[in-house]
Each structure stands twice: as C-alpha cells, then as structure tokens.
C-alpha cells in the first residue's frame, strides 16, 4: 500500500508532503518534498490568524486555495516517481490551523479549525483523503493535540530507551515513550514556542524568514530579564494535557514585548538569542517536571536545523541529543509520515488518538473521509453496440461476397442514424463557430477508435482548410503513441484526462468534444467535467443513448447506431458514424467561417503537386482567368483566397487585400461586399 501525507503547521513554511510505503504495519518514507507558500500566501494565511484581521471571506477562499497547494504538492511528490494517482491508496491530510481552543477561552465552547479543502484533492485525483484529524478529539473532551504521538509510538517505541520525541515546528511538542511500555504509558504535550517567536523577530530584525542554522542565536548573548518574564509563561507551566498554536503566541504578544523591554535599544543579535534560549528553556521545564528518566532525545522539525538549540539542550541533558535525520528518519518528514499512520488507523476503524497525551474521555477514530469515485461499472447488456445483432448471427458461415453485403446492409443505416441527430449537430457546430471568432479552439477527447477518429479529423482540417494545428486537435487516452498501439488502461484514467488538458493550457474560450461510442469512458467523461469546471463549452458524439456522456455535455450528439455486424466492434457502424459526425462538425464550422466559397476549398493548403493544381483550378474555376494568370496570382497574394479576392475586386495591392480579409475574419463574401 502507497500513501501519502500532508502537514501544513504553524511555521507557515509550506506544504511538507510524504510518500510512504505500508507493509505489516512498517512505514516506509519513498520520498519526501517541501512545497513551499510564496511569501504573499504565507502573509494572507497569517493575518487570518487572528481576530483583529481575520476575514470570512478571505477564510473560506483560503479553504480552496489551500486544497489547491496540497495538490500541487502531492503532483510535485509524484513526479519523478513511477507512481500515478492510481497507485496512491490514501492521502492523510492535516490541513492548516486557523484557530486552536481546546478549552473554550473567551465564552466559546471548545473547538478548533483545519482548513484545506479535501474534495479539491479527491475531485482532481479521484485519491480518497482522510483530514480533519483533530475535531473527534474535542469532541471526547480532549485537546485535539498532539496527535502524533500514536504514530510516534507505533514507529520510535523501544524495549532498550526511552525516548523524548521533540518536535520543533511554529510550536514546540513532545511524546515521551518510556521503554519497554504499552500506549497507555505514552506522555504528550505541547511546551511552548518553537519556532513561532525565534520567525518573527528574525524577519522583523533581519528581514530573514527564519535564523539559519541557528547562527544568528549563536552570535549573541542572553538577555536575563527577558527570558526571566518569558519563563513566568502561562502556557509554559501549566500542566499537562495541553496545547496551542500561533493563538497564544500572536504578533500582539510579540509586539509587547518587544515595546515593554524596548527591543530597539537591545543588540539585535541579543534579541534572537533570548527568544531561542526561551525556547530551549521551555523544554527543560517539562522534562524535569513532568517526564521521568530520559535516554534518548530525537529533535524533529524545523528547529532541528538550529544549531543554537541543539547545542544547548545537549548542554543542559544528561541524555543523547540527536536529530530525527541521525535517528534515519528525516526530520522535516516525520509529522507528514504520522499523518499517514493516522490515515491508516481511521481507514481501518481503530483509535487514532492516545488518551494521556489529549486528554480525551476515551479513544476515538480520528478524520473524516472523502471517498473517491469507484470505477463505473458498465452493464454490457444495456449498451446497444454491445447486443448481438440478429441480421448477421449467421456471418461467420456466409460466403465472402454474403459476408460483406451482410455488412453493407448494416452501414446503409448509419447515414439515417446520423440525419436524426442534425438538429443537436447543428447546436455544436454553431457554438464551436462562435469560439472560433473569439480566438477559441475546437478539442476533441477520446480512447480507442473514437479518438482515432478525432485525430484523423483534427490533423485533416489544416491542409483542407487552412488552419493551424492549435485551432482543432484531438487528445486522446494513452497520447500520440495509443493511435498505433494500445495503451493498457488509459481510458480508464480520469486524472490524465485533466493532465491533458491542463498541458495545452484549456480556457473558457474553447469547445471540447468528447468522442465515446458507449457514452461512458471515464477518459472523456472526466475531460468534460473538467472542461466545464473552468467555463468552457463542451460537447460530444456517442452511438449510445441515454449515457452519461450525454447527460454530462451541453451540446450533446446521440447517432445511436444500435448492434453491430460483429458484436461490440465498435469501430464499424459506431466508428463510421463518429466520422461521419466529425466530418460534418469540423466541414460545416469552416463553411461558416468563410473557408469555402460555392463549394470550393479556397484556403486548401498546396503542399504537394495534386493540391498546387486544385489550387489553381479553383481560382480559374471562380474567375475565368487562364492557368497562367491564376498561378501568377496566387503566388503574388499568396494564397487562392487574396488571388481570388484580387482578380475579382479589381485590387493590385497585396497590403489591401490583406487588409479586406483582416477587417472580415478571412470571410471572402464578406470582403467582396467592402469592395463593391
């Protein structure tokens, strides 16, 4: 089982994500990445952390925008691995605090806030995401915080040591795991600031988002009155269970402080050392008051980059003090990895939170779970290019000469199939002619046989009509290399529909078409979902009534073309519908765009000696003037259209014929009316 987790935390730095390897209950890291929130984003999260700036409608658009960073992170995770969103079993989402109250301070009732939209991650990657971890928690009386601790235990616990597991995030926590124990024995609690104060005042005093390596600590001197006022901590000496956030530790605070024992007469260097000593002395205090003997310190988070804190915690302990990156588990990567050991609790119905360290009334399954969608299960017998066709059920015995009329028999009826849905053609080829004005492009999207015949279409229309490649293409399942050879399971892959998609940059100024006999390839479906999403038209061609395709589009074509000669080949009737559908599609909308004058192609492309000739013909069809002065046209004008326009409107400048067909979009009746 491959999952992953995500940890947005209060130092604000960015998305930590972990791609973990589950097998008997052993967490595997595979890779682990930081995506990082531009300074912008981390400034609008910030000031929704607080009452005095916080907006609700800031908050709620933060609940989105933040669903969209975890899925960029989670598409970063992947890349470069051999893993699709397909082999991803679970994501374990903890989202970002907004606001911590486990106790109900101020007249409320406790509660806390993660935001991070789980159904943005589930819609575009149909993964099912397990988030909000901390509510079930409250609910049962407890904290909400530290969650980590059942992780910790189920990974770091030993029969030899026992072990402090210090995270050094916005804010400090620990799980203290005596050896040789069961979770019962498991002591967790938050101690103080991390590395929320040390942030501040780096930036405030340094224009530095956090002290690097802690160098800026390691270069000054204690402040003692300071750190003495810091240290009379309310936070800091109460008794466990307990937690926070960014709540107790505000810019207010800070700014308080800062005023009180006016920071702007101090050594600035000073000032970074006594918040970090704080914090290292915040630590101290509860493990000498409330944890017993203590073997082994792993030092998690950000902090365990800071060499200042590292330095004086192996100072003041007489235990071993290492990083979690000595232990072999990256530092930065353990509390996305506990997260998937939370997701992994919850999709198995047992307890995700540890009752001595939350304080809860008893153990709960944590997280609420946004399931993805099954694989649609497609009932054959319903589909009609799927029944056997009682004409032909005799095919195989038949002489050749019977065979193929057999087959004929059956193609006759497909032009009577398509003549019903005009009407609806009609409807799509309008819409798409009015993208084609405003600069849109027309998208086919199919698999198999149907985006076959979308590419065929698509590649066709340039020679023909003249127009670039950009104007009308095809995506189909599985890529180029699927219009040759097969590509196993590409039709079935909603989310590498919206790569596609998302790769020739779609906009709400185009039309995509969704080209699917049965009505039902999670491929197309999936294109057009998204296509919709974002404000474009969409449409589709299928042979099948009635079908999800159908209903899905808002230009829908139905050639239902019923059983096939040979049942389920749907590349006969079905197939030639769809390029009879095609056809008309892409021929009509040029018609409408001026690409035809009477019946003739004037914006056929000569790029070999068969379309050099029609060229010509069309041009002394249309004027009556000879071969030779056709041929001098077109090469003068550059085209049959400007040469034509020329010969008929009596026009020698190239610049103004030009600028005719500019004026009218290339409509060559409509430049012909200019110059009358």
Not at 188 to 207: C, R, S
Not at 232 to 248: A, I, L, M, Y
Not at 277 to 294: G, H, M, P, R
Not at 467 to 487: H, K, P, R, T
Request: charged residues 25%; glycine residues 8%.
């Amino acid at each position: 089982m491959i999952a992953i987790g995500l940890m947005s935390g209060t130092s604000l730095d960015g998305v930590d994500a972990a791609l973990v390897k589950i097998e008997n209950e052993q967490f595997e890291l595979l890779k682990f990445i930081t995506h990082p929130y531009s300074a912008e984003f981390k400034a609008k999260i910030m000031r929704n952390l607080h009452d005095s700036s916080a907006k609700l409608s800031e908050i709620c658009s933060l609940n989105f925008e933040l669903g969209y960073k975890f899925l960029d992170a989670i598409n970063e995770l992947l890349d470069g691995t051999n893993y699709n969103y397909s082999d991803i079993s679970f994501v374990a989402s903890h989202g970002q605090t907004i606001f911590h109250n486990p106790k109900g301070l101020g007249g409320n009732i406790p509660s806390t806030l993660q935001i991070g939209e789980a159904s943005v991650i589930t819609y575009h990657t149909n993964i099912q995401v397990v988030s909000d971890f901390r509510v079930m928690d409250i609910v049962a009386g407890g904290e909400g915080a530290p969650l980590v601790p059942m992780s910790e235990y189920m990974i770091y616990r030993s029969q030899e040591k026992s072990i402090v597991l210090q995270n050094l995030g916005g804010i400090g926590n620990l799980t203290y795991i005596p050896k040789n124990t069961s979770i019962d024995d498991v002591i967790a609690f938050d101690t103080g600031p991390g590395n929320v104060m040390i942030d501040y005042f780096t930036n405030k005093y340094f224009l530095k988002p956090y002290d690097d390596g802690g160098k800026i600590a390691l270069s000054g001197t204690v402040i003692e009155e300071v750190l003495e006022y810091l240290m009379e901590d309310e936070f800091v000496k109460r008794k466990p269970p307990k937690s926070t956030g960014r709540e107790q530790y505000t810019k207010e605070f800070m700014e308080e402080l800062a005023y009180k024992f006016n920071f702007l007469t101090r050594k600035k260097e000073d000032i970074i050392t006594t918040i970090t000593e704080f914090t290292v002395q915040s630590i101290l205090y509860n493990y000498k008051k409330y944890l017993e003997a203590i073997d082994l310190v792993i030092v998690n988070g950000g902090g365990s980059h800071n060499k200042y804190i590292l330095k004086r915690l192996k100072e003041e302990l007489n235990s071993e003090v290492i990083t979690g990156d000595e232990y072999g588990i990256p530092s930065d990567a353990k509390e996305a990895i506990a997260f998937v050991v939370l997701g992994y609790l919850t999709l198995n119905n047992r307890w995700g939170n540890v009752k001595s360290a939350t304080g809860a009334k008893r153990g709960v399954i944590l997280g609420k779970i946004t399931p993805k969608e099954e694989k649609m299960k497609v009932d054959l017998k319903k589909i009609g290019t799927e029944q056997r066709n009682p004409n032909t059920m005799d095919i195989d015995v038949l002489s050749t000469e019977e065979i193929l009329k057999k087959i004929n028999d059956e193609d006759k009826t497909v032009a009577y199939s398509v003549e019903k849905a005009i009407p609806n053609i009609s409807k799509l080829v309008d819409r798409i002619v009015e993208a084609f004005y405003e600069d849109g492009r027309l998208i086919y999207m199919g698999a198999g046989t149907s985006g076959r015949i979308g590419i065929i279409d698509a590649v066709e229309c340039r020679p023909t009509f003249g127009v670039s490649d950009e104007m009308v293409q095809c995506l189909m399942a599985g890529g180029e290399n699927a219009f040759i050879s097969a590509v196993e399971g590409a039709e079935d892959s909603r989310e590498m529909a919206v790569e596609d998609l998302k790769r020739i940059n779609l906009t709400s100024k185009d039309v995509v078409v969704g080209i699917a006999a049965s009505g039902r390839t999670p491929y197309v479906l999936a294109g057009v979902e998204y296509a919709k999403s974002i404000g474009a038209a969409t449409g589709c061609i299928t042979t099948a009534p009635n079908s999800p395709l159908a209903a899905a589009v808002d230009f829908p074509v139905e050639a239902v073309t019923g059983s096939e000669a040979l049942t389920g080949s749907t590349r006969m009737k079905s197939g030639t519908a769809q390029k009879m559908v095609t056809n008309m599609i892409s021929t009509t909308s040029m018609i409408k765009m001026g690409k035809v004058y009477s019946n003739l192609m004037i914006d056929v492309q000569a790029t070999n000696e068969k379309l050099v000739s029609r060229a010509r013909s069309i041009v002394v069809q249309i004027t009556g003037v000879s071969e030779e002065e056709a041929q001098a046209k077109i090469d003068k004008f550059g085209g049959v259209k400007p040469a034509f326009l020329a010969i008929m409107g009596e026009i020698d400048d190239v610049n103004e014929v030009n600028r005719l067909l500019a004026e009218t979009k290339g409509h060559l009746r409509n430049a012909l009316k200019l110059v009358k």
